[in-house]
């Protein structure tokens, strides 16, 4: 025992101090795909053909990248380097429309939380990937409670409704009930590239992603999410921070 109290004296506090204070992913993270400017036209349309989840977009409005639908295969930077490459960013969630009016629209929805937050988190389909990053969140490294979030078993308590998933027919009332059951100010956050957009997924037993069903505020892609991406989501939706990206999702 007294061999593992010296050595957490010596390593100190892990705790990552985000969002109070900068932190980044590995230097191996692979995440979403951005679009090099100035690339090759012949070359982001060859990347827009390799993507499996239609992600990027090539039409006359000049190329645009789906954030929402993308889940990190790296596909188009395999075949077209010169105009794709993974961005090692973690904070990338969405919000639809204009940034400014949604960020201002979640912070007068929250004021009166306070300051602990109640979430009740919905798998509506997934495949236990993205559970996993959440259930990060309450390690002794990332320590959300630290920021006054709180996981709730009933959505009568909820302030914030987590969705993780592509939404299947058998989960879609469920999560609307869920939904319906929480008390007003409520924000609802997509968690994953397939609660986001519905990625790659669909069929006869595939109802979409989570915005079909219920009210989605903010989208976090990724496939999964690191559990930074999800506490800045998380912030997002709370207005607290502002979000990077805006997008029409369809």
């Not at 705790?15 to 036209?41: F, L, Q, S, W």
């Not at 989960?171 to 409520?186: K, T, V």
């Not at 903010?218 to 999964?224: L, N």
């Amino acid at each position: 025992m007294s061999n593992w109290i010296a050595r957490g004296l010596r390593r100190g506090i892990l705790t990552t101090r985000y969002p109070h204070a900068a932190d980044a992913m590995p230097p191996r993270y692979r995440g979403a795909a951005e679009i090099i400017a100035g690339a090759p036209v012949s070359s982001l349309a060859a990347g827009a053909e390799a993507c499996l989840s239609r992600a990027i977009l090539t039409d006359g409005h000049g190329p645009q990248l789906l954030m929402s639908r993308c889940f990190q295969c790296g596909a188009c930077t395999r075949v077209a380097p010169d105009a794709f490459v993974l961005s090692p960013r973690f904070d990338v969630a969405i919000v639809d429309g204009h940034v400014a009016d949604v960020r201002a629209q979640l912070a007068a929805r929250v004021r009166r939380l306070g300051r602990s937050i109640m979430i009740r988190h919905v798998d509506a389909g997934s495949d236990a990937s993205c559970e996993q990053e959440i259930s990060a969140l309450f390690n002794p490294f990332y320590d959300v409670n630290r920021l006054g979030l709180f996981l709730t078993a009933t959505p009568r308590h909820a302030d914030v409704l987590l969705v993780s998933g592509v939404v299947t027919h058998a989960m879609a009332e469920p999560l609307l009930r869920a939904f319906q059951a929480m008390p007003n100010p409520r924000v609802v956050v997509a968690v994953g590239t397939a609660a986001s957009s519905g990625s790659i997924f669909s069929g006869p037993d595939i109802a979409g992603p989570a915005e079909r069903i219920v009210p989605v505020d903010v989208a976090i892609p990724g496939a999964p999410p690191p559990p930074l991406s999800i506490i800045h989501g998380l912030w997002v939706a709370l207005g607290k921070t502002e979000a990077r990206y805006r997008e029409y999702r369809t």
